[in-house]
């Protein structure tokens, strides 16, 4: 065997494999092409692929198995839209690679293209395999019904042991990678599973019902794909079956989504945390512009809203000038005490799931929060102002300000976000950059306010 | 058998479980105590103990079975602090306890105990399994040896299916949940999994040797846990060997130690994005308040820098105090524009793992960015500064210095995190709240540096 070495992304020799991929590429032979690639894993395969320009691409996968060539379109990045590849092929070709894949698989590839493209390709299927297709694709794309495949294996609960191996092994040619044998009743409603260890250890003679488990869990298709991750990771299910209201098992899902799913839902917490929406990690320029300046121009009204404030205020600058260096201060730590508050507000809500206790009281540890390091930054800061402009009022204008604004901040970063939670919003779109406008309003409000009444 | 709708996180019921719970508390009957909970997922039990006092916990698993009460205590959120429990436990109790976990499961709940109160727990276990725990604390807790449990079935490469069939069926009933059978040569050197669907469809007289599939993948125990799950999620493993360095087989690693540790680098990377270090999701004000205010501090003296360069033009601002009101529009859309930069780095680097390609394109990517956002937010922002303030001079002003804010803010929020992984320093560090005020102090020196030499 190969004594293989820990790899951790199959990046590092790509150039060297691309070149000569090229090579045998632009021969033509396609046994050749084949062969090439056969002793790759189809995510390194994917990556691979990703590097080759578009004609590439199709010469590439045209050449290939289907069985091979399936799974690689499978593996490519979204981004890299390897749907448009499915489409470039020759009809025959495109329809052998669909066939090839778990109908879960097989319908995320075909969900990003335009509905003429996808009616023609379902219609060179087989009647009953784009039947299967188009059943799927009427469930959400973020939903457990988009997630599952229906390829499992379940066996009838009257089954002895043995019998039951038997089935397995019949059923078994045709899925993939299964770790629960499902065992339904005559109406095909779901008993329980039985886990494959218990089923090999159990005696042969042994009915099947007697080693069936309970579902620990069972989810509906129209379940969001976030609770079923978080239901699965809490359990530490290697899979879950999904069934009608009636009980009836339609499918499963297994842990190499859900391990997905946390990758997706990691990255948008991230981006609208940061005001990002819609972008794709490794997207062009242009792509970023498009998505970012729409937003930024949003913030930038905020933003005048909150200069617009200072502006009113001219008159108490130009007297007491020292309050445009301490200004900035104060908003921005109002924000970066906002921004805090904030993500654990946010995780907090992403790991509790929709029944998260005790919801309110977080506003309450918040303002609390807010309180204490409010005293203490604004006492330092004060007594800074103090030294540095000669008297004792701007000390307590500047004590008063910073308070104030990292008190609104803990209240703001929490209550926003927990308010959106309720009303069904994403709590993550109460991103830092909002918070810190409004923390940049409050803070230039507060100090300038403060100042001209206390210290002109 | 219960047709269980899905539950999604088994909290909605607890006010009620738990006065129940209680109750049976009070009376001391031991087997109504374990009777009462005996239904519940060790997941559901340990959000019940979390919900009881201190002396209550420990009444409860002292008198729960060991095998349900050790389960319950690994379900436990680590800031709960599961090992006081077990430390406040029986001796003979305690031991019991951790002899009924995966060695794995027993080293994370005694990781965090202080080294005395270790040795005391260990010495009370039988010297075997002492020893393998011992071995397991060497370590570190984010590693992949950390990570592992030794547990597993591995079957010797001379044996045919039926036997191997027999030896699982031996190995298995001391082992949790295993989806791969190892196999091993005579020095225990690993040669490949069988996966177990394999074993059971396989020809009972076929030799393992000719079903053995080599290790996708094989870590050591070095492995820092990121990369670990970076290398599952990508080839879709259900479980990973660890092996050192001349092959011998050690542990594995499973897809629910992955998915565990998903969620707690995306809970790192969230926070550290925010400017959080070393914060509970779930903690008490009074920790926030401690792991918070060291950081706004160190905040404090960069926005105190910041601030002086405003204090240092407070003559420019007394002649045009117009820039006054600028000033926090210029610094707040370059920290905006800075934190959608590093949110898509951090990003981009978590999911491309050490072998990250293109690394420098990212910085020029972002800078064209700036340079494109920067030029239209400017110019906007120009435009209206001319209709208020009155003069074009200080269009060009402001055009220069939200451009240059914005390129500097692409370029720092880019840079900063690839520099850092690159010096082997969690990217994220590079915190929002750093770039902010970076991007504050940019801005003002712009701002009122243009505004000084061109206006005044």
Not at 88 to 109: F, G, H, N, S, T
Not at 169 to 198: C, H, I, K, M, S
Not at 431 to 445: A, H, K, P, Q
Request: aromatic residues 4%; hydrophobic residues 50%; contains cysteine.
């Amino acid at each position: 065997m190969s004594q293989s070495a820990p790899r951790e992304t199959g990046k590092r020799d790509n150039a060297e494999a691309l070149a000569r991929l090229r090579e045998v590429l632009a021969s033509g032979d396609e046994a050749r092409i084949a062969a090439s690639v056969a002793a790759f894993h189809p995510s390194d395969l994917a990556d691979l692929i990703e590097s080759l320009g578009d004609d590439e691409r199709v010469a590439m996968l045209s050449a290939l198995p289907a069985g091979v060539a399936s799974e690689a379109l499978v593996e490519m990045e979204e981004e890299e839209h390897p749907e448009e590849i499915l489409v470039a092929l020759a009809p025959r070709k495109r329809a052998e690679l669909l066939q090839q894949l778990p109908a879960d698989d097989a319908v995320d590839l075909i969900a990003d293209l335009d509905p003429e493209e996808r009616a023609q390709l379902l219609a060179e299927l087989p009647v009953e395999e784009a039947g299967e297709l188009r059943d799927l694709l009427l469930y959400g794309e973020d939903t457990a019904g988009g997630l599952m495949t229906t390829e499992l294996v379940a066996v009838p609960h009257h089954l002895k042991a043995a019998q039951a191996i038997g089935e397995v092994r019949r059923q078994g040619r045709e899925v993939e990678a299964f770790y629960n044998v499902f065992v339904v009743d005559e109406q095909r409603r779901l008993l329980g599973t039985v886990p494959l260890d218990d089923l090999i250890l159990a005696d042969p003679e042994r009915p099947v019902a007697e080693l069936v488990v309970p579902p620990l869990a069972t989810v509906l298709p129209s379940m969001d794909q976030e609770e079923v991750g978080r239901l699965m990771s809490r359990y530490n299910l290697v899979s879950v079956p999904v069934v009608l209201e009636g009980g009836r098992l339609v499918g499963r899902i297994t842990f190499d989504d859900v391990i997905d799913v946390l990758e997706e839902e990691q990255t948008e917490d991230i981006f609208r945390l940061a005001g990002l929406y819609e972008e794709e990690v490794r997207g062009e320029w242009s792509d970023a512009v498009r998505g970012r300046l729409p937003w930024l121009f949003l913030n930038l009204l905020t933003a005048i809203l909150a200069a617009s404030v200072v502006y009113l205020f001219s008159s108490t600058i130009q007297q007491a000038v020292i309050l445009a260096a301490i200004m900035p201060i104060i908003a921005g730590m109002g924000g970066n005490a906002g921004t805090q508050a904030l993500a654990v507000t946010v995780r907090r809500i992403a790991l509790s799931g929709k029944a998260m206790p005790g919801r309110w009281r977080v506003v309450v540890k918040e303002v609390v929060v807010g309180m204490v390091n409010g005293a203490a930054l604004g006492a330092l800061t004060a007594a800074l102002s103090v030294v540095v402009g000669g008297h004792a009022t701007l000390g307590l204008v500047v004590l008063l300000a910073m308070w104030g604004n990292i008190l609104v901040a803990g209240f703001a970063g929490s209550f926003v976000p927990l308010l959106l939670d309720r009303l069904g919003i994403d709590p993550a779109v109460a991103s830092s950059i909002f918070v810190t406008t409004f923390t940049d309003l409050c803070g230039f409000l507060l100090l300038l306010g403060l100042g001209s009444a206390i210290l002109l």
